[in-house]
């Protein structure tokens, strides 16, 4: 069978197995020779990719319990984040942060450290406090901070390397409601305060168009309960779409385009619960790369790739997205050093994307970035090791989880064999 990633950058020719119990899927690994899981394939990097065996969750059966505290749920590692949060939400509970995507598994996005916006919110990893899975033998395990502990802390960001993780014991809050409110501001307006603007709201993030002085700036904040926003998108899809089209058959317009684009109203309110607010619908196909920046060169960083794409009248399409994310203490985490901004360049599907991106992270690694591992990079087993201090103790962890490679594919072979 065939499969392949969101945006059809990443396929593979292999089996697709979606058991449908525990002992089912360690009936799978033990068979398998080298597999791979997949969730919604919202990874642009080959993680997924296997020529033998790709499971999928999707079928597991499993329900979310709350913790008699009421402050972890464990939940079922192949949910997707749209449908635990609706779930939590039943419960009176949420996440205290989430990305504006949330088809992803809870599992996938843990697993490579996706995160939403905010200077005191971590990644996704940072929630959690424990999990459920069946190693490269076939057997069940646990690992939290105390059980198993040095593969509890390779596992919080564990790109699929020591088993397949059928639960996770997640932190939540209680429930609550976001007011959102989208609106177009000058980029050297917000150049010069986005760092009060991050302190004073919630969640701040923007979207940069390189051929256009001006941004999209959304900010959320918490607010009085109220009921769900009805669907909208935050510009014309249609109109956009058309644009795109335009561009990649005629790049040299891209310019104008954008510039024209961004004359027309953008701006938009809503409330609602948080699960509700937080994502975006992504229908249009793209490739991406982001980038997780120091925070304080997060600015001077974007500045200079948006000024290299001008000089050169380069078709990037997309707009830059712009975030800050809090640090943590994950031992591959682009977060680890430090609390960073996330700088994330995106390219049209149907417009080649490759010499750009190469061109682009020359920059970001230069200013001291390290990238989102389900996101374009380049890295090397080197650079993974210059990166990353806790990289010996990670690999060493993984050969004794997986001693044979089982759950390796090259890409990963390739990091961290």
């Avoid at 960001?157 to 209680?174: M, R």
């Avoid at 500045?303 to 078709?315: A, M, N, Q, T, Y």
């Avoid at 010499?355 to 230069?366: P, S």
Wanted: proline letters at 7%; glycine letters at 6%; aromatic letters at 10%.
């Amino acid at each position: 069978m065939s499969w392949s990633n969101w945006s059809g950058s990443v396929a593979a020719r292999a089996a697709i197995a979606r058991p449908q119990s525990e002992d089912e899927l360690a009936a799978l690994i033990r068979g398998a020779h080298r597999l791979r899981v997949a969730g919604a394939g919202h990874s642009f990097m080959p993680l997924c990719e296997s020529d033998e065996l790709i499971v999928s969750l999707d079928a597991m059966p499993g329900e979310i319990r709350v913790a008699p505290d009421r402050r972890t749920a464990r939940i079922p590692a192949g949910w997707s984040i749209r449908r635990l949060t609706a779930a939590l939400w039943d419960h009176g509970l949420a996440l205290a942060n989430q990305g504006d995507v949330n088809p992803q598994s809870l599992a996938g996005a843990m697993a490579t450290g996706t995160h939403g916006t905010g200077i005191d919110l971590g990644s996704l990893s940072t929630f959690a406090r424990g999990f459920r899975f069946v190693d490269a033998a076939g057997e069940v395990h646990w690992c939290d901070a105390q059980t198993n502990a040095d593969l509890y802390q390779a596992q919080r960001l564990s790109l699929g390397l020591f088993g397949v993780v059928t639960e996770i014991d997640v932190a939540v809050v209680p429930a609550f409601h976001l007011a959102e409110r989208i609106e177009k501001r000058r980029w050297a307006e917000v150049r010069e305060s986005y760092d009060a603007l991050a302190q004073r709201h919630r969640h701040v993030e923007f979207w940069f168009f390189p051929h256009s002085d001006q941004v999209i700036l959304k900010t959320l904040d918490p607010c009085d309960p109220c009921d769900p926003p009805p669907t909208t998108t935050d510009m014309e899809e249609a109109t956009f779409r058309r644009i795109l089209n335009v561009s990649a058959r005629l790049p040299f317009l891209t310019p104008f385009l954008q510039r024209l684009m961004m004359k027309s109203p953008i701006a938009g309110r809503r409330r609602g619960p948080a699960h509700c607010i937080f994502p975006s619908d992504r229908t249009i196909r793209f490739e991406e790369m982001e980038y997780e920046m120091p925070r304080a060169v997060g600015l001077e960083t974007l500045e200079e790739v948006v000024g290299w794409i001008r000089r050169k009248r380069l078709p990037v399409t997309f707009p830059f997205e712009y975030r800050s994310v809090a640090a943590d203490d994950i031992w591959m985490s682009p977060m680890n050093a430090g609390p960073v901004a996330a700088i994330s360049m995106h390219q049209y599907a149907k417009i080649p994307w490759q010499n750009l991106f190469a061109e682009a992270e020359a920059i970001f690694r230069g200013h001291g970035g390290r990238p989102h591992w389900a996101k374009r990079h380049s890295l090397t087993r080197a650079d993974v090791a210059t990166l990353y201090p806790m990289a010996p103790r990670y690999i060493a962890v993984r050969r004794a989880a997986d001693p044979a490679g089982k759950f390796l594919n090259p890409h990963l072979e390739s990091l961290f064999a």
